[in-house]
């Protein structure tokens, strides 16, 4: 089964300005990163964390790609609205794990970092449950913005500090089912 082509999402694909990276890329950088997991865990049959919504296309693919026996549990937060809890990262756990994490080789896999502060409120709530390992596989990196210092072991892609949609990642929950990333047209943007 192929993937339709660009005219084929219609309404969506026509509020798209510029695709910055494309399908055929983004599946050739996630099994590149499988098989560099699949090699590094070989034999510690790791969890991979997700925060929900963002993370799904990339986590089902990376799943595909990885040949090892691997688990996969998922959070969801939300972010407070007040300035000041915005810039400790402070989320609220609207959903936690499943699974007990004490112990295991934990993978955290992200579809982007930003700023770096939701995501290490989330690694300190993690470590505190005494993983017997805890790493980052993030597929977009937006360091221009980073204010806190994340150790990443596995990337795909830098970016550019510009707001980008497709991919699992959405503006207004919408255009997350596109395969590529792309810039929106300003006219998207205001509505
Ligand atoms: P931060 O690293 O704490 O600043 O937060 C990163 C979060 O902001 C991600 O998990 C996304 O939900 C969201 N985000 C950052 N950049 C983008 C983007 O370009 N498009 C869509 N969502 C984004
Ligand atoms: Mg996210």
Do not use: W
Request: with cysteine; net charge negative.
């Amino acid at each position: 089964m192929s993937e339709p082509g660009l005219e084929e999402y219609g309404e969506l694909a026509a509020e798209i300005r510029e695709i910055l990276i494309s399908a055929e890329e983004l599946q050739a950088k996630v099994r590149q990163i499988g098989r560099a997991i699949s090699q590094d865990y070989a034999g510690r049959s790791p969890l991979l964390v997700g925060v929900l919504k963002g993370v799904v296309l990339f986590m089902a693919d990376l799943l595909r790609a990885v040949t090892i026996p691997v688990e996969v549990d998922f959070l969801a937060v939300s972010s407070y609205s007040s300035e000041a809890r915005q810039k400790s990262g402070l989320v609220r756990l609207e959903k936690d794990l499943e699974t007990s994490i004490t112990g295991r080789h934990v993978l955290f896999v992200e579809d982007v970092i930003d700023t770096g502060l939701t995501l290490n409120y989330l690694l300190r709530n993690l470590r505190a449950r005494q993983p017997a390992s805890l790493e980052v596989c993030v597929l977009f990196n937006k360091a221009e913005n980073r204010l806190i210092d994340i150790p990443i072991k596995y990337k795909g892609f830098d970016l550019p500090d510009r707001f980008v949609v497709g991919y699992g990642l959405d503006y207004q929950e919408k255009y997350r089912n596109l395969p590529f990333v792309g810039l929106l047209k300003p006219e998207a943007l205001r509505k």
